[in-house]
């Protein structure tokens, strides 16, 4: 299975982010996928799910703001990020839940203010 988050980057606060994370090696159609973030000197967290049949999570902290979707087709998870704050800086993370738990490299988002 291999998880590749791209999309990642500097933004002023109330900017956008897109960040785009490619799969393969899995039965993404029966998938539930999700991003998670870790700030420095914090525990990783989540921020939002997506299940196979498109049931979205999000974390308190990012709803009305973030919007986690999917393309099967292109077996792509998406996540964006809207009226960004300085505190949404971390790395995140890709994950896949499938017959087991995988997880992409991560990519940094800073938010400037």
């Known amino acids: 299975v291999q998880l590749q988050a791209s999309g990642g980057g500097s933004v002023q606060a109330g900017g956008s982010l897109r960040l785009s994370c490619a799969a393969s090696g899995l039965r993404f159609s029966s998938s539930n996928m999700g991003w998670y973030r870790q700030a420095p000197g914090k525990q990783r967290e989540l921020v939002a799910t997506?299940?196979?049949?498109?049931?979205?999570n999000y974390a308190d902290s990012v709803k009305g703001r973030f919007t986690i979707s999917r393309d099967y087709s292109k077996e792509t998870v998406y996540l964006q990020m809207n009226s960004m704050k300085p505190e949404d800086t971390a790395v995140y993370y890709c994950?896949?839940?499938?017959?087991?738990?995988?997880w992409g490299q991560g990519t940094l988002v800073t938010v400037s203010s």
């Open positions: 994950s896949a839940n499938t017959i087991g738990t995988w």
């Open positions: 997506i299940t196979y049949r498109d049931r979205t």
